[in-house]
C-alpha cells in the first residue's frame, strides 16, 4: 500500500504543462508523453487540476460536465491511457473535484434559469433584502458583492467566486448524492485520489451581513462542514484505504482541521492550508506591497506543525500551486541567488511533517514572469482586481506592480521543457505567454546538470523514502525568534536530524543545542560545510540537513 505519508505528490495544471497538438493549449497526451519526467522526480501521485467540460471562465474551476473530458484537454480515452500509463510507473492519479459551485452553463443551472423548482432547489437562490439591494453585503472572491441578480425569477443566486460560478445548496440531499455519484464514477475510471475545492465552504451558515468583514465568517467551516465530509467519505472514497484525499481549506482553523484530517480517516486524508502564504498580505488583503513577514512566516508554519501533530493530524506542505506566484521570486532571491534560495526553500517544505506538493516547474526553479500589460494576463481574478484597483484610485502602474507579484498567473506561464522557441510547450502560440529566461531555466538543461535545482529536488522525495524520520518523526522549532535562520529538529526512535536554513542572502553562524560534527550530512546546498562543533556557518541560502542514528 502507498502510504501517503512517505509520499510526495506532483501537481499538474494541464493547460499549461505540454501541448501535444499544437493548438497552444496543454493537454492529457501531454501529461502521457511527459510521464517519465515525473517518475525520474521520484514522485508517488500526480494531481491533475480539472480537465472536465468547462467554458473555462476560471480555467476548469467552472464544470459545465463533470463526467466528461473537455476536448481541448483530449478525450475519455485519453484520460483512460493516462490513468495505466501512470500505474505501470508506480504513479497514482488525483483529481481535482469542485463541489462547491458549477458553471452557470452547467445544465442543472441552467434548469434552475428556467425556474424548474427541483433544479433551483440545486443552488442558493434568494430574494433581495429590497429591490434592487441583495440578499447580504457579502463579497465575492474574485472582487464585487457575491449575489447576482435573476430577472425573470427575480431572486439573488450566491456566487462565492466568478459570477459564473454558482455555488450549490449543499443543503438538499440530492445534491449531495450527485456529487457521490460522480466521485464514485471517476473511482471507476480509475482515479487514485481527489483533492476537492475550497471544500470547507460547502456548508453555508447564516445569510447574514457582514459588517466587520466580506461574509466569509459566515460560511467557512460552516455548521454542517464535518457531517457532510464524514457522510461523502463513508458513501465513497473511505470504502478504499488506497484512495488519498487532500481539502483545500480556506480560510480555515487548526480546531477544524485536526478533524477534517485526523489519523482516524473518517473525513480526508490531509488538508492545506493558506496562513503562511499569506504573510506578504495587508490582514487578508492581497492586492498589495509588503515586504514577506518572516517571523510570521515560521511562527504559522511550526504552530501548525506542531499542533497539527499533537492532535494526530496530517498537513499537506507546500509553496506553491496554480494559485499562488513562484516561491522563488517571492521568498526567495531570482537576482542573486536563484538557485541557492530554489534548492533552501525545497528542503524548508520537504523536511516538515506532512505530504510534500511539488508544483509544475517548481523542481526547475521557474519565477514569475513580470508581465507588463493586461492582455498578458489572462486570469479572472487578476484581470478583475487590475480594473478595482484602478477604481480605487491606484495608478495603473501600481496596479500593475501589485499584479506582478501577486497575481495568480505568476504560476501559469507554460511549463519550461527547453530552451527553444516557447520552451519547447507548444509548436503553435501559447495560451499564455511563455517566461523570458527559458534559455537556463528549463528541464532539458536541469536533467543533464548533476548540481540542478531539479536534481535537488529529486533527493529530497528520496529522502523521505529513505528516512522514516522524515514521514513519522517528530518536530520541533529551533531558536525560532532568530531573524534569519529557519531551522527545526525531526526525532524517530531515537534517531534525529537538523534542517538548518539561511532564508536571507548575508551570511550567517548559527549555534545548536549540541555537537553538529557528530551528524552526517545528508544533504545541502553547497559544495562544503563550515560546521565547528556545535557552531555552523551559513553562507547566502545556504541549508543543510544533518542525521544521527
Ligand atoms: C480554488 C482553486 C482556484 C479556483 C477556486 C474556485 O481556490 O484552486 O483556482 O479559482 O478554488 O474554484
Ligand atoms: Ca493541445
Given amino acids: 500500500m502507498t502510504d501517503f505519508r512517505k509520499s510526495v505528490v506532483y501537481q499538474i495544471y494541464p493547460k499549461s504543462f505540454y501541448d501535444t497538438n499544437g493548438d497552444g493549449l496543454g493537454d492529457l497526451r501531454g501529461v502521457i508523453e511527459k510521464l517519465d519526467y515525473i517518475k525520474e522526480l521520484g514522485v508517488d501521485y500526480i494531481w491533475l487540476t480539472p480537465f472536465y467540460i468547462s467554458p473555462q471562465r476560471d480555467n476548469g474551476y467552472d464544470i459545465a460536465d463533470y463526467y466528461h473530458v473537455d476536448p481541448r484537454y483530449g478525450t475519455m480515452e485519453d484520460f483512460e491511457e493516462l490513468a495505466a500509463e501512470a500505474k505501470k510507473r508506480g504513479i497514482r492519479l488525483m483529481l481535482d473535484m469542485v463541489f462547491n459551485h458549477t458553471s452557470t452553463e452547467h445544465e442543472w443551472f441552467q434548469k434552475a434559469l428556467q425556474g424548474d423548482p427541483k433544479y433551483k432547489d440545486y443552488y ?155 504573510v506578504d498580505f495587508m490582514g487578508n488583503e492581497k492586492w498589495v506591497i509588503v515586504p514577506f513577514d518572516f517571523q510570521k512566516l515560521k511562527d504559522i508554519i511550526f504552530d501548525w506543525q ?37 534548492k533552501m526553500l525545497g528542503t524548508v517544505v520537504h523536511c516538515l511533517r506532512g505530504t510534500p506538493y511539488i508544483y509544475q516547474g517548481e523542481e526547475l526553479g521557474m519565477t514569475n514572469p513580470g508581465f507588463t500589460r493586461i492582455e498578458q494576463y489572462k486570469d479572472v481574478e487578476s484581470r478583475n482586481h487590475f480594473r478595482i484597483l484602478q477604481e480605487k484610485g491606484l495608478s495603473e502602474e501600481n496596479a500593475y506592480q501589485i499584479l506582478q507579484i501577486h497575481s495568480r498567473d505568476n504560476s501559469r506561464t507554460p511549463m519550461q521543457w527547453d530552451e527553444t522557441k516557447n520552451a519547447g510547450f507548444t509548436t503553435g502560440d501559447p495560451w499564455i505567454e511563455v517566461t523570458k529566461n527559458h534559455s537556463y531555466i528549463n528541464a532539458k538543461a536541469e536533467l543533464e546538470d548533476p548540481d540542478s535545482i531539479f536534481q535537488h529536488y529529486k533527493k529530497l522525495v528520496q529522502l523521505r523514502k529513505d528516512y522514516d524520520i522524515i ?72 541549508s543543510i540537513v544533518l542525521h544521527k542514528k
Wanted: aromatic share 16%; with cysteine; charged share 30%.
Fill in 124 to 278: 442558493i437562490f434568494k430574494k433581495g433584502k429590497e429591490p434592487g439591494v441583495p440578499p447580504t453585503n457579502w463579497e465575492s472572491k474574485f472582487g464585487g458583492n457575491a449575489w447576482e441578480y435573476v430577472e425573470d425569477l427575480d431572486e439573488y443566486y450566491l456566487h462565492l467566486f466568478d459570477v459564473t460560478q454558482a455555488d450549490l445548496n449543499w443543503e438538499n440531499p440530492q445534491v449531495r448524492k450527485e456529487v457521490q455519484e460522480i466521485i464514485k464514477f471517476w473511482i471507476g475510471k480509475g482515479a487514485g485520489g481527489f483533492r476537492f475545492d475550497v471544500v470547507n465552504l460547502i456548508s453555508k451558515g447564516e445569510f447574514k451581513d457582514d459588517y466587520e468583514g466580506d461574509g466569509r465568517r459566515f460560511y467557512t467551516d460552516g455548521p454542517k462542514i464535518h457531517e457532510y465530509l464524514r457522510e461523502l467519505n463513508e458513501a465513497t472514497f473511505g470504502t478504499d484505504a488506497e484512495l488519498v484525499t487532500v481539502g483545500e481549506m480556506s480560510s480555515t482553523t487548526l480546531e477544524n482541521c485536526y478533524h477534517y484530517a485526523g489519523e482516524d480517516g473518517k473525513e480526508l486524508s490531509m488538508v492545506f492550508s493558506f496562513h503562511h502564504l499569506k
Fill in 306 to 342: 506542531v499542533k497539527m501533530a499533537e492532535h494526530k493530524a496530517w498537513n499537506a506542505v507546500f509553496w506553491c500551486n496554480h494559485d499562488q506566484p513562484r516561491v522563488v521570486s517571492r521568498f526567495g532571491n531570482v537576482k542573486n541567488y536563484w538557485k541557492e534560495s530554489a
Fill in 471 to 542: 514521514a513519522y518523526g517528530d518536530i520541533e522549532p529551533l531558536d525560532q525568534k532568530n531573524p534569519s535562520v529557519f531551522a527545526y529538529r525531526r526525532t524517530y526512535q531515537g534517531e534525529e536530524m537538523y534542517v538548518i536554513n539561511n532564508f536571507y542572502g548575508k551570511e550567517v553562524t548559527w549555534k545548536a543545542d549540541k555537537d553538529l560534527t557528530e551528524f552526517c550530512v545528508l544533504l545541502s546546498n553547497y559544495q562544503d560545510t563550515m560546521i565547528h562543533g556545535n557552531q555552523v556557518t551559513l553562507r547566502p541560502y545556504e
